[in-house]
């Protein structure tokens, strides 16, 4: 076992049942959502048109980045320790820095987050796709067929996750939707911030 290993088992043995149970509560609510919107989304699919692909792609895009666990009510950290802003016993804090410091594994993390969803907001759509009309449909319902079974998974495992485990799988589960996004529908840009944003992530826990 490395020493980065025990003093993150260290920070997570920490964590009381309730704060938790709260964190689980809310990561759970957030896939179910997720769930019924990607619904939505396959269901309405296939009666867009073609010109109209590009504007479906950013807001599925924009919607699954919405749900994924990023929030401070999916931490059990911020959960137990951000009552008084204060993080005094914060494990978290302690091996990857206050979350609101410019410098720490989540703020760089979020930093990259919210820059690629202003990209794939701003998206204008104007270049060209790396698919065709008929493949692209083909795509987005793949990915929003896989995106919604693992937001299921991920829903249906939380209860046996022990503190640990959820900060685990929480960074696989954020790096595997991210995976999902329909980014050969968007600009050359996007994809860049992807891949930096998915190597921030390797930080986040």
Same mark, same amino acid.
């Given at each position: ?6 003093? +993150? ?12 149970? &709260? &964190?689980?509560? &809310? ?10 919107? &990607?619904? +939505?989304?396959?269901?309405? !699919? ?6 109209? !692909? #590009? ?8 919607? !699954?980045?919405? #749900? ?27 091996? #990857? ?10 703020? +760089? ?30 795509l987005l319902f793949a990915l929003l067929q896989a995106s919604s079974e693992l937001a299921s998974r991920m829903?249906?495992? +939380? ?23 329909? $980014?050969? $529908? ?14 921030? $992530?390797?930080?986040?826990?």
């Open positions: 076992m490395t020493e980065r290993t025990e003093e +993150l088992e260290a920070a997570a043995k920490d964590i009381d049942p309730a704060s938790l149970q &709260a &964190a689980k509560a &809310a990561i759970a609510a957030s896939c179910q959502e997720y769930i019924r919107w &990607a619904k +939505l989304f396959s269901e309405r !699919l296939e009666t867009v048109e073609a010109a109209k !692909l #590009h504007k479906f792609a950013r807001a599925f895009g924009l919607t !699954l980045l919405g #749900h994924l666990p990023t929030r401070p009510g999916t931490c059990p950290f911020c959960i137990q320790y951000d009552r008084d802003k204060s993080c005094t016993g914060c494990g978290y804090a302690a091996t #990857h820095g206050r979350c609101d410091a410019d410098d720490s594994a989540f703020s +760089l993390f979020i930093e990259a987050f919210l820059e690629l969803g202003r990209l794939i907001f701003q998206d204008t759509g104007t270049s060209e796709p790396g698919c065709q009309p008929v493949e692209a449909k083909r829903r249906e495992d +939380l209860p046996s996750f022990s503190t640990l485990q959820l900060m685990e799988q929480k960074q696989i589960y954020i790096d595997g939707m991210i995976e999902l996004l329909p $980014l050969c $529908l968007f600009s050359e840009d996007a994809g860049k911030q992807c891949r930096l944003l998915q190597n921030r $992530l390797k930080r986040y826990w």
